[in-house]
C-alpha cells in the first residue's frame, strides 16, 4: 500500500465499467486527446483491475458507481497504417452490456490480397489453417483427424439481420461515447466530437438519439443548443433514464440534465469546473463533484443545487457510505489535505459538512492518497522510521495495524477485492522488484497469511501498475495468475482462494485435431491475464456471471508465457480442459448467457464477417453482417439479460461519416429454450467436486440445442460436503510445509497470549490452521482443526514498550503528547502501571486496558525528558524508558555579526533564535568560500578571514522538521574607518525596529551621504542598528576597482572621514522620509576627554587607556558587589546590558561559561555569587590586557565613538 490508488487485481471486472450502463466511449488511437478523451477516471469508475499506480491501492468498488467510462481509441485525425488498429471485444460483468474495442493488433494477418478476397467472398471453401470445414469433412490431402477434439469451421457465409445508420454530417468527429440505456429500452444515445489536437480542445460536438433499438437515430443538437459544445455523457447507475451532459468548459461551465431518457433538457450553469463524479450506490439523486481546483461539491437534486462540502481533498479519494457499515447514508468518506501539505481521514454528512460537524476517524495524519474505503473496509498508510504501516477499520470500528509475517517488510501493497468479508491484497515485499505476493485475510483483515508467491507484475502505459491476476466471473474463489519461476512466467489456476494451485493442461489436441504432446509440469497451457495493456481499452480474457463455466483467453502451449504464438482458447468446464478455437487473436462476446459466442479477429482492415458458437465454441460458423466491409471501431451489446441485439461502430473509410450497423441476433432462434433442453453439469476441479466447501451443478443448455436461453437460471442446487484439510489455510503466524502441515514460522511464538488475555478469561488457541472465508463445509475435521477456547494462564510482564502514538520522539511545548503502552506478555486486568513523565509528574493506572487509547500529557518546558514506565502483578515486573525530544516551535533566525573586519581577525557569528528556547538544535555554518557546511550543537562560532573583499555567511537552524536559515553578508578590509550617526529625534517616531525597514533606510542615509559630499558610493557602508533611539555604524572603506590599481591610501580614508564629519556636523546630510517629515544625520557627540592621539609616542596614552579601564571596570565590579542596596542601578546595568547585546554581536557561550570544581561546592546562593563576581573580575582583565595590546598595537584605536582608526 505504498500509496492507496486503484488497485491489482480482479481484472475479469475492468471492463464492466466500459460496459457499465451500457456506455462505450471512442477516440483516436494511441492518443488521449487530453482531457477530452481522456478524463482522469476516478476509482468508481475503475472496475476492479490489475491497472494501478504504485502505492497501496484498491479495485473502487463498494460506495462507488461508475460515473464516466474509460475512454476507448479509434478514429485518427488523419489516417492509420495497416496494423495501429485492431478488435478486441469483452462482455462487461454484472451490467448487462457488451463492449468491443479497438486493441493491440494480432500478431499474425494475412496479406491485403487475401483479406480482401475473404470480405469479399471468394475462396469461402477454404478452411482456417486447413481445420475441418462444414461439419467436420476432411480436406483432400490431409491424414486423419479426430473429429470429436478438433474446432469445427463452417465456411458456407450466412447472413444475420443488420441495418446500417450514418451519422451525416459528423465525419470530421473523431471521438464518440455511447449509451444503451437497457432494461428492455430501444433507447440509444451517441455524442460524438470533434477534437483538435492542434488547439488541445472539442470545437464541434453532435448529440443523437434512436428509440428503435439503432435501426434510424435523430440529432438532438436544437434541444441543447445549436452553439453548445458537449463534452462528457453521465449516466445515473440506479436510474438509467437520468442523462447527463457536461459541456466544454473552456466555453462554458454548465450541466443539462434530462428524467426521460434524453429526450429533453434542462441547462443548469455552474460556478466550477467537473473534473469528475461520483453517484451514489443506492440514492439515484445524489452526486459528489470533483471540481479543478480540488473542492468536493455534493448535489442531492441529480445536479440541479451544489454545496461546498471541503477543500482541498485529494483526487480521487472521496467516497460514499457502505450500507450496512454505516447508518448514515448520506455519509461521505474523503481525504482532505492541510495547507502545510499533510493528509487526513474525514467524514461528514453531504449537506452538513461543517467544521464542527466533521469526524476524524483515524487519529493524526495519514500518508498522501492513501484513503480506501470499499465495502465494509477502511484502509489507510502511515510511514514512521521510513517503513510504511498499514491500519484497517472493518465495519468502521477501530483501527487496527495489518499484520503480515514479521519479515515481509513490504514497500508496495494493492488490495485487490474485499469479497465475502475477506481482504486479498498484493504486495512487493523488500526483496521483490517485478513480482509480488498474494496475501488473503482473516474477516477483520488485519492476519495475513501467504497464498502465493511472486506473481508477475508490469507497469503500464500511464505508469500504473499491472498485476498478472484474473478473478473469474461467476465462480467464488476462482483465480488466474502468472507466476514467475526461475525467469519463467507460468500460468496457475486455484478454486479456493489461493488455498491450491495447479499449472493449467493444455489441451489435447490443436485446432485441426492433431495431438498435442505437452507434459505436466514441464510444458502447459499459459494465458493472457491482462484486461489491456491500454487502460482505454478492453482486453484478451473474458468470463461471465451468467456463463460460469466459460472462459475464453489468449495464451500459448509451452513451458512458459510467451508474446508470440499466441491463440485463442476456450474452456467450458470451469478452466480444467481447454480447446484451441483459433489461431490467430480475436476478440469474443457473450451472448444470451453464454448461448453464443461471437467472435471478430484482430485486424487493422474492413470486416464484413464474424464467427458465431451455438455450443460453447467447439463450433463455430461464418455470419456477415453487412454488405459493405467496415473498419470497426467498437461494438456495445444491449444491456440485459437476453443481449440478442448488438451495435457496430465503424467507418467505410478513414473520412466517412460514423457508420452504425444494428445487428439482430433473435433471428437465429425459431424458439425458446424448455426444461428438456438443458442438463446438468457439476462445477469441479480435476475431477474433485467439493469446491469451496460445496458440490454445485448448474444447468446447461444441450450442444444440440438451437434455442433462445432468457433469463439466467443459476445453479440447480448445492450441497454442502464435509470439511477436510484442504478447505483450511494456515493461520497467522504458520507455513505450510512439504508434507502440507502448518508449522510455525522461525519468528512466531505459538505460546505468547493476546495482550486482552486475563487470569480467569479464556483466549481462542490456535491449532495452526483457519478455516477458508466463505467455505460452506460441515463436520468432518472443522472441530480438530478449529481454534480451541482456553482459560488465560497467569504470566510475568513481558516486553514492554512505552511509544507515543505517532511513532515518533518528539512532542511540542504546550500540546498533548500520547504515549502508548504497549505489552506482550502478562495479566492485563491485574497489572499496576507506573508512569512517570520525567518532568516531576507521575501517573499510576491500575490495569492495561484503561490505557487502551493512550496516555495524554502536556509538557510546560522544553528539553528532553526520561519516561520510565514499569508494569507490576503478582508473578513479577517489567520496565521501559522513552527519552522524548520536547520542543518549541522555531519562528525566527537572526544571525548577528559584525558588518565589517579587518583581515586576520576573529569574528564571532551568532544565531539569535526567537523564541530563544526551542529544545535540541542543529547549526550548520557556511562561510568564505568553504564548499563543505561546518556542523556545530552551539549556536555561535568563530572564524578568520584571510583575504579582502565582500563574504557571505549563512546559518541554518535546524528543530525538529522545520529548518530556518539567516544570510549576512561581511566586509574584509586591512584598514577601514567608523563613525557612529545619530538621527534627529522624529525618527524614533517611524522605526518599526524590523530589519527590512533599517536595511531600506540604510540604503538612503547612504543616498543622502553620497549626494552632500560627492564621496563614491563604493566607499560607504551604512549598517542602522537594532533598537531606539535609532543609531546607525557609517564604515569608510578603501574600495578597489577590479583591476585592482586605484586603491586609496591611508590617508585618503582620513580625508575622506574629515570630509563626512565635516558635512555631518554642518547638518548638510538629510533625507525626507515622507512628505513633511525632514531627517537629519549627525555624527554622534564628543565626549571632553581626548580620544585619539596622533603623535608619535603611543606608551603614555596606552597606559592611561589601560588604567582607565581598569578603573572603570572595578566601578562597576563594586557596584555589582553591592547591588542589592541600589536596585535602579541593577536594573539600569541589565537593561543596558540586553540592549548592547542586541546591537552588538555577542561572545560565544564557552567565553561566558564559568569554569567550577566540584570538590568548592556551596551553598546555591552563594555559588551563584561567586561565578558571577569571578566572571566580573576575569572579564574585567581581559578586556583591559586586550585593550592595552591593541593600543600598543595600533595607536589609531578609541574606546567611545564618534570616530575609530581601524
Not at 483427424?145 to 450466412?158: H, S, V
Not at 440529432?219 to 443548443?225: A, H, I, P, S
Not at 484513503?371 to 517503513?387: A, E, M, W
Not at 467505410?652 to 438443458?678: M, N, T
Request: glycine share 8%; charged share 20%; net charge neutral.
Amino acid at each position: 500500500m505504498g500509496k492507496v490508488g486503484a488497485g491489482g487485481g480482479s481484472q475479469a471486472r475492468l471492463s464492466a465499467l466500459l460496459a457499465g450502463a451500457g456506455l462505450l466511449v471512442l477516440c483516436a488511437p494511441g492518443v488521449c486527446g487530453g482531457g477530452s478523451c481522456c478524463p482522469p477516471p476516478h476509482p468508481s469508475s475503475a472496475p476492479r483491475s490489475a491497472s494501478t499506480p504504485r502505492g497501496f491501492s484498491h479495485q473502487g468498488r463498494s460506495g462507488r458507481a461508475p460515473a464516466t467510462p474509460l475512454p476507448l481509441v479509434v478514429r485518427p485525425p488523419f489516417s492509420v497504417a495497416p496494423g495501429d488498429r485492431a478488435l478486441s471485444l469483452e462482455r462487461a460483468r454484472g451490467t448487462g452490456a457488451s463492449v468491443a474495442v479497438a486493441a493491440r493488433s494480432g500478431r499474425r494477418r494475412r496479406s491485403g490480397a487475401d483479406q480482401e478476397k475473404a470480405e469479399r467472398g471468394e475462396g469461402a471453401s477454404r478452411s482456417p489453417r486447413g481445420v475441418l470445414r462444414d461439419g467436420g469433412q476432411q480436406e483432400p490431402g490431409t491424414r486423419e483427424r479426430d473429429p470429436d477434439k478438433a474446432t469445427r469451421f463452417r465456411m458456407e457465409e450466412l447472413r444475420l439481420t443488420s441495418t446500417t445508420f450514418a451519422l451525416t454530417g459528423d465525419s470530421a468527429h473523431n471521438q464518440a461515447m455511447v449509451h444503451w440505456s437497457g432494461h428492455n429500452s430501444s433507447v440509444i444515445l451517441i455524442l460524438t466530437k470533434l477534437y483538435d489536437y492542434n488547439l488541445g480542445s472539442i470545437t464541434e460536438s453532435s448529440l443523437w438519439r434512436s428509440t428503435d433499438y439503432g435501426t434510424t437515430y435523430e440529432k438532438l443538437n436544437d434541444k441543447v443548443g445549436l452553439k453548445t459544445i458537449l463534452s462528457y455523457l453521465y449516466v445515473c447507475p440506479t436510474n438509467k433514464r437520468k442523462i447527463m451532459l457536461l459541456t466544454d468548459p473552456e466555453i462554458e461551465s454548465s450541466l443539462l440534465i434530462s428524467s426521460d431518457e434524453g429526450a429533453t433538457y434542462q441547462k443548469y450553469r455552474l460556478n466550477f469546473y467537473i473534473q469528475s463524479l461520483l453517484f451514489h450506490p443506492k440514492q439515484e439523486d445524489w452526486i459528489l463533484a470533483y471540481s479543478q481546483d480540488q473542492k468536493l461539491y455534493s448535489s442531492a437534486e441529480f445536479g440541479r443545487r451544489w454545496q461546498l462540502i471541503q477543500e482541498g481533498v485529494v483526487p480521487n479519494r472521496f467516497y460514499w457510505s457502505v450500507m450496512g457499515s454505516n447508518k448514515e447514508p448520506d455519509l461521505v468518506h474523503l481525504e482532505a489535505r492541510t495547507v502545510d501539505g499533510h493528509s487526513h481521514y474525514l467524514t461528514c454528512r453531504m449537506q452538513n459538512c461543517t467544521e464542527a460537524n466533521r469526524n476524524q476517524p483515524f487519529p493524526g495524519y495519514i500518508d498522501p492518497d492513501s484513503l480506501i474505503v470499499q465495502d465494509h473496509y477502511v484502509f489507510v498508510q502511515l510511514t514512521s522510521g521510513g517503513r510504511p504501516h498499514y491500519y484497517v477499520s472493518y465495519r468502521r470500528n477501530a483501527f487496527a495495524q495489518m499484520k503480515l509475517p514479521k519479515y515481509a517488510l513490504p514497500k508496495d501493497m494493492h488490495v485487490i477485492s474485499t469479497d465475502e468479508n475477506q481482504v486479498f491484497a498484493a504486495v512487493q515485499e523488500w526483496n521483490q522488484n517485478d513480482t509480488y505476493n498474494l496475501y488473503i485475510s482473516d474477516t477483520r483483515g488485519v492476519y495475513f497469511t501467504l497464498a502465493l508467491e511472486n506473481v508477475q507484475s508490469s507497469r503500464g502505459p500511464e505508469g500504473n501498475i499491472m498485476i498478472d491476476l484474473y478473478e473469474v466471473a461467476g465462480i467464488k474463489g476462482m483465480f488466474l495468475a502468472n507466476k514467475k519461476i526461475d525467469n519463467q512466467v507460468k500460468t496457475f489456476i486455484t478454486y479456493n482462494k489461493g488455498r491450491d494451485w495447479r499449472l493449467l493442461q493444455a489441451p489435447d489436441t490443436d485446432l485441426r485435431g492433431d495431438p498435442v504432446h505437452c507434459l505436466l509440469p514441464y510444458c502447459s497451457l499459459h494465458l493472457h491475464l491482462k484486461v489491456s495493456e491500454n487502460p482505454y481499452t478492453s482486453g484478451i480474457i473474458a468470463s461471465k456471471d451468467t456463463a460460469p463455466s466459460i472462459i475464453v483467453a489468449s495464451g500459448n502451449i509451452g513451458s512458459e508465457l510467451s508474446d508470440t504464438d499466441i491463440s485463442m482458447f476456450v474452456s467450458s468446464d470451469a478452466g480444467n480442459t481447454w480447446r484451441q478455437i483459433f489461431e490467430e487473436e480475436h476478440s469474443v462476446l457473450y451472448l444470451d448467457q453464454g448461448g453464443v459466442l461471437v467472435a471478430m479477429k484482430h485486424t487493422s482492415l474492413p470486416i464484413r464477417h464474424l464467427w458465431l458458437s451455438f455450443d460453447e465454441g467447439r463450433s463455430w460458423s461464418k455470419y456477415s453482417f453487412t454488405s459493405i466491409p467496415l473498419f470497426v471501431d467498437g461494438v456495445l451489446g444491449e444491456p440485459g439479460e437476453e443481449t440478442l441485439i448488438m451495435t457496430v461502430f465503424g467507418h467505410f473509410s478513414h473520412r466517412s461519416e460514423w457508420q452504425l450497423v444494428k445487428v439482430d441476433y433473435k433471428s437465429i432462434f425459431d424458439r425458446r429454450c424448455a426444461e428438456e433442453d438443458y442438463r446438468p453439469w457439476q462445477l469441479h476441479s480435476q475431477g474433485e467436486a467439493c469446491i469451496m466447501g460445496a458440490k454445485r451443478i448448474y444447468k446447461k443448455r444441450k450442444s444440440e440445442r438451437k434455442c433462445m436461453q432468457g433469463k439466467y437460471a443459476g445453479a440447480m442446487e448445492s450441497e454442502p460436503c464435509v470439511c477436510t484439510e484442504a478447505d483450511f489455510d494456515c493461520d497467522y503466524g504458520y507455513e505450510r510445509h512439504s508434507n502440507g502441515q502448518c508449522l510455525p514460522a522461525f519468528w512466531f511464538n505459538p505460546s505468547s497470549l493476546s495482550k486482552d488475555c486475563s487470569l480467569g478469561q479464556s483466549y481462542l488457541n490456535s491449532t495452526g490452521y483457519r478455516k477458508v472465508v466463505s467455505n460452506n463445509c460441515t463436520d468432518g475435521v472443522r472441530e480438530q482443526y478449529t481454534a480451541k477456547p482456553q482459560k488465560c494462564p497467569g504470566k510475568a510482564p513481558r516486553g514492554l514498550r512505552i511509544v507515543t502514538a505517532d511513532g515518533k520522539l518528539t512532542a511540542e511545548q504546550g500540546h498533548n503528547v500520547t504515549l502508548m503502552v504497549q505489552l506482550e506478555e502478562g495479566d492485563v486486568q491485574r497489572t499496576l502501571i507506573q508512569v512517570d513523565f520525567g518532568d516531576g509528574i507521575a501517573v499510576s493506572y491500575v490495569n492495561l486496558s484503561s490505557t487502551e487509547d493512550g496516555i495524554k500529557h502536556v509538557y510546560q518546558n522544553v528539553g528532553i525528558f526520561r519516561v520510565t514506565v514499569q508494569v507490576d502483578n503478582s508473578l513479577g515486573s517489567d520496565s521501559a524508558v522513552l527519552y522524548l525530544h520536547v520542543t518549541c516551535p522555531l519562528e525566527h533566525v537572526h544571525l548577528s555579526l559584525p558588518f565589517v573586519t579587518t583581515k586576520n581577525k576573529e569574528v564571532n557569528a551568532t544565531a539569535v533564535l526567537w523564541p530563544s528556547q526551542v529544545g535540541t538544535l542543529t547549526y550548520v555554518w557556511w562561510y568564505g568560500n568553504n564548499t563543505e557546511p561546518l556542523i556545530t550543537l552551539e549556536g555561535s562560532i568563530s572564524f578568520r578571514f584571510t583575504s579582502e573583499g565582500m563574504n557571505t555567511i549563512t546559518v541554518q537552524v535546524s528543530a525538529g522538521n522545520a529548518i530556518l536559515q539567516d544570510t549576512k553578508t561581511i566586509a574584509v578590509y586591512e584598514e577601514f574607518r567608523s563613525l557612529r550617526l545619530s538621527f534627529s529625534p522624529n525618527l524614533d517616531d517611524y522605526n518599526p525596529d524590523i530589519p527590512e525597514w533599517r536595511r531600506d533606510i540604510g540604503r538612503v542615509i547612504k543616498k543622502s551621504l553620497v549626494e552632500a559630499t560627492g564621496v563614491p558610493g563604493q566607499h560607504i557602508l551604512v549598517a542602522v542598528l537594532p533598537g531606539l533611539p535609532t543609531t546607525a555604524e557609517l564604515f569608510v572603506l578603501p574600495y578597489q576597482d577590479p583591476a585592482g590599481e586605484n586603491k586609496r591610501s591611508t590617508d585618503d580614508l582620513e580625508q575622506i572621514s574629515e570630509l563626512l564629519i565635516h558635512k555631518l556636523n554642518q547638518n548638510s546630510v538629510h533625507f525626507e522620509l515622507k512628505p513633511g517629515v525632514r531627517v537629519f544625520v549627525h555624527a554622534a557627540h564628543l565626549t571632553a576627554a581626548p580620544l585619539v592621539d596622533l603623535t608619535p609616542t603611543h606608551s603614555g596614552s596606552a597606559m592611561l587607556m589601560l588604567l582607565s579601564v581598569v578603573f572603570v571596570g572595578l566601578a562597576v565590579f563594586v557596584i555589582y558587589k553591592f547591588k542589592r542596596k541600589i536596585p535602579g542601578i541593577n536594573v539600569y546595568a541589565q537593561m543596558q546590558n540586553e540592549k548592547e547585546q542586541e546591537m552588538i554581536s555577542p561572545v560565544s557561550h564557552s567565553e561566558s561559561r564559568p569554569n567550577v570544581p566540584q570538590t568548592e561546592l556551596r551553598r546555591p546562593g552563594q555559588l551563584i555569587d561567586e561565578k558571577v563576581e569571578s566572571q566580573l573580575i576575569a572579564e574585567i582583565f581581559r578586556e583591559a590586557r586586550q585593550t592595552y595590546e591593541a593600543t600598543i598595537a595600533d595607536p589609531f584605536l578609541c574606546l567611545v565613538p564618534p570616530v575609530c582608526w581601524r
